[in-house]
């Protein structure tokens, strides 16, 4: 006994000195800062918080403290916060986690870190319903809270990067969880922030958890490369260093490398190989101007001066210097032709737009803690404010759905930007994509919602016409003009969109009034009750999302309630041909030609089922899983099932975009699946090929294809136009190892230039 004794008393004082130190290095980073010294506040909170988490682990083993020190780290190190946001910080988990209240941290903080605190803190208990996302809604508050204080979210992004960091000691299903949140929603906040490093290590390792194959092959790629990217890095700007040096300018030089998560994803969107990426090198310029009011002027200086060394694109110059990024971003981009035949971009940066580049909004932030009241915010002039005063807009909205409200946000969040003029002259940053109309709703609602059609560069254009970067628009209103539900279709901003979805909603409401008490009669009439397990079997049958969307389609009379519902209702065994819904779910792997009269027996999780552990697919077993048609998940694909509504398992593959919702809004119904299947079963996959062509190319096809390679052709279709040849080649594989086989060795063929696959 006396020996644990000792053992538990060594393992505190580790921890203890481990802890120490920690609190220690965040105080010397705080210390060197440029904020003012508040170090009793912080030491406060910091023994508060060790105090309130005493004896909790993390999964990793190590005392839970550990997490919060980290993530006051991360805010003060990596983004400059003051004191405010390390007390926020080192204190995010207490109210979550232990007994103690808002009100608590109130009396003992003030109310600027309780608010933050609270932003911070996850709605919990019972409140949402088994079809609400809980995600969603605690995401909504986050945003919420954000509008009022916009250090909520710096910090919450400050947690996920830590989260995810640590994120090895957690099990495979949560692990897709937070990748797939973090990729769906902190990713592209972090963007918008301008915090684009923290940005770039969020999507990696996000990519490193979710496909770790891949993410292995390209960090492998990338090491094995250096040495030529360093050759070609020093002759590049060998000549650049000498021109510069000529002019006096203080400067340096770095080789900006794209990140694993950005060369996977241009080879899934280009269809390219690793080999075949010519932007994975780029060059930074980064100079410290002489006089701080020509930092402008010195920037096209080092760009003409560049330009007269090597030829640039002509269509390649970003001019981020005069028309910054929504997110503050500024610098001029001009890709460059090297003597080695490549193309190579040179972004030309000034120390301090360096700084914003990298850290965003944070950089030239206001909240100096201390020097200002506590009405402090960021620069008036921010494109930040616009933003958020967007998002204020949208949440103003007394009822959005939180789901619509998270896809909403999304349409802000990853849009790049094109500038558009009004009539008078003034710029307007948008988002690329968008229409008339949203530029309409962007000016005012009332504009926006009168809307008739636009003037872009002096010629009539429709509504749903998309604006390019440049454009004049004027638009054109008339009061006899009213919200279309048509429109919700070509509108693409988060503004726009939101907007028109509560008008509509507002239109909606008496049908939906009316709805709702042709349905509570007929119950009423088939001595039934509107209660919700009635209200959700009725929304599945009828394949109806939400409760209001079922109201409003017996309003509108698109639901004719009869004796198939009441049937529905009462669980009675119903013939096949009576489930529509079935229709969805027909598997695809070559089971059509046996119509079988029985109803699919789908697997269905009970309450004693481990999530945690991974759920395994093989011959046996497949047709107890949903493979719905989105992303046409086939043996050898990265994988992850989803519990859906009826307690099936649906199997989609990590990359799709279902999936990415569905992990960043009901992360607990995602399980780990694995594939342990033994080459038996026939999957469909196309392959589409383009080339030159030529005589005998089809012989060479189907040569490869089933003599060399014994794979059954399906169907083939080929076109040829003016020399071009254009075809889809469907067959059946065993895996995705054979389709990638496959594609190798038609890209062999003489004259066959692109092999790409379709889902």
């Not at 995600?135 to 204080?149: G, I, R």
């Not at 939180?402 to 094109?418: C, G, P, R, V, W």
Request: charged share 30%.
């Amino acid at each position: 006994m006396d020996d644990q004794n000792l053992k538990d008393q060594q393992r505190e004082a580790a921890d203890n000195k481990l802890i120490e130190d920690a609190f220690n290095e965040v105080l010397k980073i705080y210390l060197a800062s440029r904020h003012r010294r508040k170090v009793d506040i912080i030491n406060k909170a910091f023994n508060f918080a060790r105090q309130a988490h005493k004896g909790v682990r993390r999964l990793s083993g190590e005392p839970y403290i550990m997490h919060p020190i980290a993530v006051a780290r991360i805010a003060v190190e990596e983004m400059g916060l003051g004191s405010t946001s390390i007390c926020a910080a080192l204190l995010h988990d207490v109210v979550e986690d232990t007994d103690y209240t808002v009100e608590d941290i109130a009396n003992i903080f003030g109310e600027r870190i309780a608010h933050i605190v609270d932003g911070l803190t996850k709605i919990s208990g019972g409140i949402f319903g088994d079809r609400a996302s809980a995600q969603a809604e605690n995401f909504k508050k986050l945003l919420l809270t954000m509008s009022d204080d916009i250090r909520v979210i710096l910090i919450k992004i400050c947690d996920r990067l830590h989260n995810m960091r640590t994120l090895a000691s957690q099990p495979a299903n949560k692990q897709y969880k937070i990748a797939g949140e973090t990729m769906y929603i902190y990713a592209p906040l972090a963007n918008r922030l301008g915090l684009n490093k923290i940005k770039t290590e969020l999507e990696d390792l996000s990519f490193k958890y979710e496909h770790p194959d891949e993410y292995n092959y390209i960090k492998n790629k990338l090491a094995d490369t250096q040495a030529q990217r360093d050759t070609l890095f020093a002759k590049f700007t060998g000549p650049i260093r000498e021109a510069l040096n000529r002019m006096g300018i203080q400067y340096e030089l770095k080789a900006r490398v794209k990140s694993p998560y950005s060369i996977w994803n241009k080879m899934q969107n280009k269809h390219v190989t690793f080999e075949e990426i010519y932007d994975i090198l780029a060059v930074r310029i980064i100079y410290t101007p002489k006089v701080r009011s020509e930092e402008i002027n010195e920037c096209f200086k080092i760009y003409v001066a560049i330009s007269q060394i090597y030829k640039s694109h002509p269509d390649r110059l970003r001019d981020w210097v005069n028309h910054p990024k929504a997110n503050g971003y500024q610098a001029l981009h001009v890709t460059l032709m090297s003597k080695q035949g490549k193309w190579i971009e040179v972004q030309i940066r000034s120390d301090h737009m360096d700084e914003v580049a990298e850290q965003g909004f944070a950089a030239h932030w206001k909240y100096k803690e201390g020097e200002i009241g506590d009405n402090e915010n960021v620069d008036d002039d921010s494109e930040l404010n616009n933003w958020l005063s967007t998002i204020k807009e949208i949440l103003d909205d007394p009822q959005p759905d939180a789901m619509d409200f998270l896809d909403t946000i999304k349409l802000n969040l990853f849009a790049s930007e094109i500038f558009v003029f009004t009539p008078k002259g003034e710029i307007k940053t948008m988002p690329a994509g968008c229409t008339a109309l949203d530029f309409a709703f962007q000016i005012h609602t009332f504009l926006g919602s009168h809307c008739i059609g636009a003037k872009v560069n002096h010629k009539l254009v429709p509504l749903s016409h998309h604006l390019q970067s440049g454009d004049q628009v004027e638009i054109l209103s008339s009061k006899s003009q009213h919200v279309q539900p048509s429109w919700i279709n070509f509108v693409s901003t988060a503004k726009a969109k939101q907007k028109v979805m509560a008008i509509l909603r507002r239109d909606n409401r008496e049908t939906q009034k009316k709805g709702e008490q042709i349905l509570d009669d007929w119950l009423k009439k088939n001595e039934l009750e509107m209660t919700t397990p009635v209200l959700n079997k009725l929304c599945e049958f009828h394949d109806m999302q939400k409760h209001e969307d079922l109201f409003l389609a017996i309003g509108r009379r698109t639901i004719l309630l009869g004796d198939k519902d009441v049937e529905e209702l009462l669980e009675k065994k119903k013939n096949e041909s009576t489930s529509s819904w079935l229709k969805k779910y027909v598997p695809f792997f070559g089971h059509s030609e046996k119509k079988d009269s029985k109803k699919n027996n789908f697997f269905i999780v009970g309450e004693g089922f481990n999530k945690k552990k991974p759920v395994i697919i093989n011959e046996e077993n497949i047709s107890q899983f949903i493979f719905p048609a989105c992303c046409h998940a086939i043996p050898g694909d990265d994988i992850l099932g989803y519990i859906d509504n009826k307690n099936r398992i649906e199997i989609h593959r990590r990359d799709c975009t279902v999936a990415n919702k569905l992990k960043a809004a009901y992360g607990k119904r995602i399980l780990d699946a694995k594939w342990d299947m033994h080459k038996v079963m026939f999957f469909d996959a196309t392959i589409e090929i383009r080339g030159i062509d030529r005589k005998r190319m089809l012989h060479d096809v189907s040569e490869v294809i089933s003599d060399k390679l014994d794979v059954n052709i399906h169907k083939m279709t080929i076109e040829s136009n003016e020399g071009i040849f254009d075809g889809q080649i469907e067959i059946r594989v065993h895996d995705r190892n054979e389709v990638k086989k496959i594609m190798g060795e038609l890209r062999k063929i003489e004259d066959i230039k692109e092999v790409l696959q379709i889902l």
